[in-house]
């Protein structure tokens, strides 16, 4: 098996970044559920401490979320 990395830059220039900090939550298992049901995690954007997860707009989401919206 291999491990895949994603990682998800903000835009600007921040000069040198380093990593090392790390949250223990749900997150991963969320991002691989999204996976698992076709839907393609493309970004993640973080505000007032929520973090919402945004999918590309496929034929899956649109199965999932806008079925009966018309």
Do not use: H
């Not at 991963?28 to 973080?46: A, D, H, Q, R, S």
């Amino acid at each position: 098996m291999t491990n895949q990395q994603e990682i998800f830059w903000k835009d600007g220039d921040f000069g040198e970044c380093v990593g090392g900090f790390y949250i223990k939550n749900n997150l991963n298992e969320f991002i691989t559920k999204c996976k698992e049901t076709g839907l393609n995690p493309v970004g993640i954007k973080i505000e007032d401490g929520t973090v919402e997860i945004i999918v590309q707009r496929s034929p899956e989401y649109v199965a999932l979320y806008e079925k009966d919206k018309k």
